[in-house]
């Protein structure tokens, strides 16, 4: 059979065995990459058939290692913000008819005890300008739900799992807040008002329906999601990979942490912005609150990456007419010294010819264009892999020079 036509057969099945679509089934429970990443990750991993173990060593939402499974693999993945890696966990677990079922009868208890006010509500998190985000009424049926929840559930359970997911998405669409890519902007009508309380309950509602219909469909491959640090992946993970599919923090002052706040603070995750700042810092690319100020004083390591290339451009950013270059100058400098330490960990838990995929875009500084896929190519170089390509995949936005590249190299 030709490669073509087996490829084209895969993709088929795929399509049959599980709703790829990024609004539907498992992706689509939350996500933080956009569709025509999940369809870049989906491509790969149909394009090597042979991978025995993917590894993504940054894990987000869980693409990699959810595709991966789906296409009877084994994924690996890693990330350092416990939420993800909770929820990267639920959405790679199995889940049998009667836990379906029972997650189904919770939720109608849920919103008995919601609707009878029959359960002490929760103490509104500690969002920052919290009266932004949900009108007092959306705020008082979110806090009767969130204690409704684990009132029904046991501790653990799939049922308390996937109804704290669908908690998540309602939370959101009940918010006056709007999410995009880049950055959340709240929606210029303040007061969003949903109506009554049933119509919040039927949001809940679908939330429910939509993610137990993902639920019911289970990965045929197996898949592991592990509390760990990329600059030092043979710490969390075990073994040895032949091929490394992932999409790594851009050099772009995204914080993570900033996007994910709101679901982080309902299901306890962070307690208090200074929590949300450390946590912000011990990310690769983390910018945040204390992140920021903290940036001001760093040094750079003695064993940082070597390149005359990187030295100018920092320089650039640095003596730019902007009060904040120095600093800025550090954040370039410290992202590209963590993924110095990330690449070099990396080689102890690859196979020989193992293949790597990268999927990073370029950025800009007060003028200069940090190529971050030809610093990424400029390490791999140097320790001592092969075959290294930056192939554009797309423009990221009108900016004419914002591109996406998918960074590939060979392990010797
Ligand atoms: C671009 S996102 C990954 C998106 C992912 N492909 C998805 O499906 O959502 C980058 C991820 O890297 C994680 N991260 C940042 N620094 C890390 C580190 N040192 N170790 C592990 N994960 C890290 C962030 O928490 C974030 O989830």
């Keep these: 059979m030709s490669a073509v036509l087996e490829r084209e ?12 679509n990024s609004k539907t089934g498992r992706h689509g429970w939350l996500r933080l990459t956009p569709a025509y990443s999940l369809k870049i ?3 790969l991993i149909v394009d090597h058939e042979q991978a025995k173990r993917i590894f993504d060593p940054f894990c987000g939402t869980g693409t990699t290692v959810l595709s991966a499974a789906y296409h009877g693999h084994e994924g690996v993945t890693t990330d350092i913000n416990p939420f993800l890696v909770w929820l990267a966990q639920a959405k790679i677990a199995h889940y049998s008819p009667g836990q379906i079922a029972a997650t189904r009868e919770a939720h109608a208890s849920a919103l008995d005890l919601v609707k009878s006010q029959s359960v002490e509500p929760v103490p509104a998190p500690s969002i920052h300008n919290i009266e932004r985000w949900w009108s007092p009424k959306s705020l008082d ?11 029904v559930t046991k501790e653990r359970s799939a049922e308390r799992t996937l109804l704290l997911i ?21 929606k210029n ?3 969003f008002e949903i109506g009554f309380d049933e119509d919040m309950a039927c949001v809940f509602s679908e939330d429910v329906r939509f993610v137990l219909s993902g639920a019911s469909e289970n990965p045929v491959g197996e898949g592991h999601v592990i509390l760990g640090d990329s600059r030092n992946p043979a710490e969390a993970v075990k073994g040895l990979f032949d091929l490394v599919i992932t999409s790594p923090p851009y050099a772009n002052r995204m914080s993570y942490i900033r996007e994910l706040r709101p679901y982080m603070y309902w299901l306890g995750f962070l307690i208090n912005g200074r929590d949300a700042g450390e946590l912000d810092w011990t990310a690769i690319g983390g910018t945040w609150g204390i992140a920021t100020s903290r940036l001001t004083d760093w040094k750079r390591p003695t064993n940082h990456f070597k390149s005359a290339n990187l030295s100018m451009a920092l ?5 730019a007419e902007n009060k904040n270059g120095v600093v800025l100058a550090n954040y370039v400098a410290k992202y590209f010294d963590d993924m110095w330490s990330h690449f070099l960990r990396l080689i102890p838990v690859l196979d ?7 999927i990073v875009g370029n950025s800009t500084f007060y003028g200069t264009l940090i ?10 170089t140097a320790l001592g892999f092969s075959g290294i390509e930056c192939r554009a995949i797309r423009k990221r936005n009108s900016k004419k020079e914002l591109v996406e590249f998918d960074v590939v190299a060979q392990w010797k």
């Excluded at 739900?145 to 684990?150: G, K, N, V, W, Y």
């Excluded at 995009?180 to 709240?186: D, G, L, R, V, Y």
């Excluded at 320089?315 to 003596?319: E, K, L, M, R």
């Excluded at 020989?352 to 990268?358: D, P, Q, S, V």
């Design 9 to 20: 057969q895969l993709r088929q099945r795929s399509d049959y065995t599980y709703k790829f």
């Design 41 to 43: 990750v989906e491509e």
């Design 141 to 151: 049926f979110l806090r009767l739900l969130r204690a409704a929840i684990p009132a």
């Design 166 to 186: 669908a908690f998540c998405r309602s939370l959101i669409e009940l918010s006056n807040a709007a999410f995009n890519h880049q950055s959340m902007s709240f």
């Design 189 to 191: 009508d303040i007061q």
């Design 315 to 319: 320089d650039q950013i640095a003596h």
């Design 352 to 358: 020989r010819g193992a293949e790597l995929h990268y």
């Design 371 to 380: 190529s971050t896929e030809l610093f990424y190519a400029e390490m791999l």
